[in-house]
């Protein structure tokens, strides 16, 4: 597994009941052997938190590697 970067998104010219913005990444898909870009709310990304506080045991505990924080220092700006 190796270190994703989520981008939030503001909703500039949003729809009254739109929400104010989302969380959009591209993830590999393993099993289907593809890519594919995930548009995730607000409310979904509160689920998925709480999933994984309520399921430590599914979780995988990972450090970035001293590149992935490079990598990430050079692209956050």
Known sequence: ??????????????HHAANKGYYRV???DSVERRYENL???????DTIRARSRKNPEDLITLQPTW?????TMLTFF
């Open 39 to 45: 548009v995730i709310t607000d409310t979904e990304m």
């Open 26 to 28: 591209l993830v590999f």
């Open 67 to 71: 590149f992935d924080r490079l990598i």
């Open 1 to 14: 597994m190796k270190l994703g970067k989520l981008n939030y998104i503001f909703n500039l010219d949003k």
